[in-house]
């Protein structure tokens, strides 16, 4: 029997670890798309159009891509350690969400704040001629203030981002390492569906709209997160004074190190595959939810139902999170246990589907987004632990990618009045997509370790998702622009054509999909070991 010398040799003490930061990232992603299922109560109580949608969510990641914050933020993370580096982002992500949510209170539309940001901003010199500004003249003043707020709350998130893959490498690493980052974003993504069950119901709690109660909602899950990393702080400091590594002392940040993780074509490739898979899938989100109510057939459900009441919404969400547990557990049950536990996952599936038709609502279909990727992304990272093949799930996962935006594009608009048709392929759907994207953090971000140096791992972390960032600010810019392009004189927003932009978002697929196929032949050149298992037995 092997003895416990240290923190991480205790699997429970170590999954203990990876839960906190698991939990601090699934209130940051329920924030990062608090405004998605409320993009037409935006346009009607605060008068963002597509264009001021995409531009305020795309500011997201605008200081970390054009002032560089995320380069900024590895070199930070190498320096400072994983400890340090948490408690930062988890208090900067809380200082920008602050910001937001006052950006779209009442207080803010009759201050003198809304007045200077009517009057200013409207052009920024260098940005404007480049197409790059994250303001524009005749932006809302909500949106541009909620956009700054945005901006500094993105460096958090971005900066958390890569802090939690370099403390599950550091945790995990000769270990179940690509199980604990797909299940680290399994988590994580059921803040998507969080977030699109219960912002609606604050939005219209008490039957009056109010757009900030949901950014509130937000605001109180970020406290909740930096605790999480606090609780996290010490458990780390206990195990660097076990093992002696310091890492806040060793091995300090060299320039030159950018320039070994540039120099590798393999992070390349991984980067512009990351970049290209989340740029389809990220920004889409903030508009899926509008395209559902665009696509489907929903019929109004008086005020008095059962189904129009908050009480349904907590049901629902208990049945998500029974869904997601017993899913997630049958993966690590034993065998007695595993097909009760599948039964009682399917059958909540299911009652969570029905709950999500009867309500009419298409914030509710599309919370079904992470459920199917709770379940199998243990047994995908299970599966690259032991056996490998990354290179070849990043290709799959591009294939399935590439048919969920087509059939949004064509399919579902078809079953255009049939109510029940329509729903069932757009369940099916956002089904697959979710699954296809579960097969990102179960292949891709174990791959990075086998890339570069242990030292320097988190700068390579940032690097690549300062690659990513371009895409996440570019595309939700890109879709709202195209979206009004292509509806020229729609004002009403159930009323749009989404064609056009799901077709771009599909492209994005065909190009990951090639990137894979190169990687893979890559990998098999120069003997990188991305088909190898993560776990050398």
């Not at 599950?168 to 974003?185: Q, T, Y």
């Not at 559902?292 to 129009?308: G, I």
């Not at 056009?500 to 070991?529: E, H, Q, S, T, Y």
Request: a neutral charge; hydrophobic letters at 55%; glycine letters at 8%.
């Amino acid at each position: 029997m092997s003895t416990i010398k240290t923190l991480r040799d205790s699997a429970a003490i170590r999954w203990t670890a990876l839960l906190l930061l698991a939990l601090a990232m699934f209130c940051s992603y329920i924030f990062m798309d608090i405004l998605s299922p409320i993009k037409a109560l935006m346009q009607e109580t605060r008068g963002w159009d597509s264009t001021a949608f995409g531009t305020m969510q795309g500011s997201e990641t605008f200081l970390n891509v054009f002032v560089f914050f995320l380069i900024f933020a590895g070199i930070i993370l190498d320096k400072m350690g994983v400890r340090f580096t948490a408690l930062l982002s988890g208090a900067v992500m809380l200082i920008g969400a602050t910001i937001n949510w006052y950006a779209v209170t009442e207080a803010f539309m009759s201050s003198s704040l809304q007045v200077w940001f009517t009057n200013n901003l409207n052009y920024i010199p260098g940005f404007d001629e480049l197409g790059v500004s994250p303001f524009y003249a005749g932006m809302p003043a909500s949106a541009k203030f909620s956009a700054v707020g945005f901006m500094i709350f993105g460096c958090g998130v971005e900066m958390a981002g890569i802090t939690v893959s370099r403390g599950i490498v550091k945790w995990f690493k000769g270990r179940e390492m690509a199980l604990a980052m797909g299940s680290e974003m399994a988590l994580a993504r059921l803040g998507v569906a969080t977030c699109m069950i219960f912002s609606p119901m604050f939005a219209k709690l008490g039957g009056v709209v109010d757009v900030s109660r949901s950014v509130a909602f937000g605001v109180i899950l970020l406290f909740i997160a930096l605790i999480m990393f606090i609780v996290y702080f010490f458990m780390d400091r206990k195990l660097d004074a076990q093992t002696g590594e310091a890492e806040e002392k060793d091995e300090p940040f060299k320039v030159s190190d950018i320039g070994a993780i540039l120099s590798s074509s393999g992070f390349w490739l991984v980067a512009l595959l990351c970049v290209l898979y989340y740029s389809a899938i990220f920004p889409f989100q903030k508009y899926a939810v509008n395209m559902l109510e665009c696509n489907l057939t929903f019929h109004p459900v008086p005020d008095d139902s059962f189904w129009a009441g908050n009480q349904v919404t907590i049901i629902q969400y208990i049945i998500m999170l029974i869904t997601a547990g017993t899913s997630f557990a049958s993966n690590f049950a034993r065998r007695e246990m595993k097909f009760p536990l599948l039964f009682i996952a399917v059958a909540g599936l299911v009652t969570f589907c029905y709950m999500g038709y009867m309500r009419q609502s298409a914030a509710t279909v599309f919370s079904v987004f992470p459920l199917l990727a709770v379940g199998i992304t243990p047994i995908l990272g299970s599966y690259v632990d032991h056996k490998g093949k990354a290179a070849t799930m990043l290709i799959l996962g591009s294939v399935l990618l590439i048919a969920c935006h087509l059939t949004f594009a064509f399919i579902l608009p078809a079953f255009k009045g049939n109510e029940v048709g329509g729903i069932v392929v757009a369940y099916i759907t956002i089904l697959v997509l979710g699954a296809s994207f579960s097969l990102v953090p179960a292949s891709l971000w174990p791959s990075v370790p086998k890339l570069v140096d242990a030292k320097i791992i988190g700068s390579a972390y940032a690097l690549i998702f300062w690659i990513q960032n371009i895409g996440l600010w570019l595309f939700p810019l890109l879709i709202g622009k195209v979206l009004d392009a292509s509806n020229p004189g729609v004002t009403d927003p159930v009323k749009f054509d989404y064609t056009n932009p799901l077709l771009m978002l599909a492209g994005l697929g065909v190009a990951a999909f090639i990137i894979g196929i190169i990687l893979k032949i890559v990998d098999k050149r120069k003997n990188i070991g991305l088909e190898l298992p993560n776990i050398q037995e």
